[in-house]
């Protein structure tokens, strides 16, 4: 069985295909807010979405969120939280994310900018000696060969994937494949050992992590070029050194606490197993169980929390962060982080001359840990998760959608793709309705 999440560009390239439609919306001059009739007759294309997986049984359950400004948000929901499971999907269900904590990790960088604490383009080795003296790959596709780098990693590198760090699971090459040998894989998938996932060595701990990741030679030197990463897996350990306690820690009491998100997790309690859905690997179109509550991996201890996959969190959990985005920082009145920094952090810091060419963002800017829409997409900022789960934030419409699934890999399903062109469909309905 190989779960490998391999076909990421296939499917986050045609997120942002899609996404393009939500520019429509920008035609309603921001002043689109919920219409009267209940959220499925607001949004009727992302209910039949929802409705048509479900009823095909290609997903056990979808919940979709959505809502606007500072209101509170409606969800569409259907199915259960596993085919074997008696209890319905619900904004309360909990789902593994991702790399859907990449946009959270990237605010929590935003906080420490903030404050002073950290710079956006400080080097890397300020924090962790380990990555001054890094080796760049000669051609990663073919062998470990390398040169010294002629320029030192920084935060702003690790933010936008431009540090040139490889990711163990994610583009098959030599660097990949000798950071999985390191057990320098940051991402739980399953108790299972599955092909090419999770079949090396376990993950250690948060220093020897770093210590093991700076021993590997880098796919492209820093700052030149976009290439999907473990960095923000990095960052959030570096977060932790700062902040003087665990990266985890620090995004409880940042982020979680004061936003109210208080069902996410990176390791999942035994009293929230009730609300935990089951995660699927599609062979052949057929949903095969994977990971499951109670028995889950996310269940066991952790080595750290991983910034860039770790996250577990509820749809009404990660629609709080989305709104404190399109509200400049602020949940119900409350201040959780400045309006500079999230504007910061929503904008392309993508540094000067790096190449998106061929990459799945070309076209676009790259924020902390997300998206940075340009053009159609101006003010989309968020990211996709490897078990189908997507969280986005409009910031010019002031617009807050996701979508909650559990399959592997994610493009095995058109869903990604799907998704934000309902959304899209939805709204040029609307602008419709009002001329």
Known sequence: ??????????????????????????????????????????????????????????????????????????????????????DPGSPASLYRAYSMTK??????????????????????ADFAP????????????????????????????????????????????????????LGVNPGLVSKRKLSGVNDGVPTPGPNEFLRRAAQVPLVAEPGTRWAYSMSLDVLGVIIGRI?????????????????????????????????FTTNYVLIAGTPVAIDRPGRSIYQDPI?????????????????????????????????VMSEAAVRLGTSDLLPEGASLKGTWVEGNGFGAGG???????????????????????QTRLKLRSGLFVQYMPQDRLPVLKEFPLAVGADLTARMQGRK
């Open 371 to 393: 998206i940075s829409g340009k053009g159609k997409e101006e003010g989309l900022y968020g990211w996709s998760g490897a078990a189908g789960t997507v969280g986005y934030a």
């Open 243 to 275: 902040a003087g306690t665990s990266f985890e820690q620090f995004v409880i009491d940042r982020l979680f606490a004061p936003l109210g998100m208080s069902s996410s997790y990176f390791q999942v309690p035994a009293t929230a197993t009730p609300r």
């Open 130 to 181: 380990e990555f001054a003296q890094m080796q760049v790959a000669l051609d990663p596709e073919k062998s470990l060969a390398a040169r010294p780098a002629e320029r030192l990693i920084t935060i702003r590198h690790l933010l936008t994937h431009t540090s040139g760090l490889g990711y163990a699971v994610v583009g098959r090459n030599k660097v990949g494949d000798e950071l999985k040998r």
């Open 1 to 86: 069985m190989n779960a490998v999440p391999d076909h990421y560009p296939l499917s986050r390239r045609a997120l942002l295909r899609g996404s393009a439609l939500l520019g429509v919306g920008a035609l309603l001059g921001g002043k689109a807010v919920a219409q009267s009739g209940g959220i499925e007759a607001e949004w009727p294309a992302v209910t039949a979405l929802v409705e048509r997986y479900v009823k095909s049984r290609k997903v056990a359950g979808m919940v979709a969120a959505l809502g606007w400004a500072d209101q509170a948000p409606g969800f569409i929901a259907r199915g259960r939280e596993g085919f074997d499971d008696r």
């Open 103 to 124: 946009p959270l990790t990237g605010m929590a960088a935003m906080l420490l900018i903030d404050e002073g604490k950290l710079k956006l383009d400080q080097p890397l």
């Open 303 to 335: 080595p750290f929390a991983f910034g860039g996959a770790g996250l577990v969190t509820t749809p009404a959990d990660y629609d709080r962060f989305l709104a404190m985005i399109v509200n400049d920082g602020t949940v119900d009145g409350r201040r």
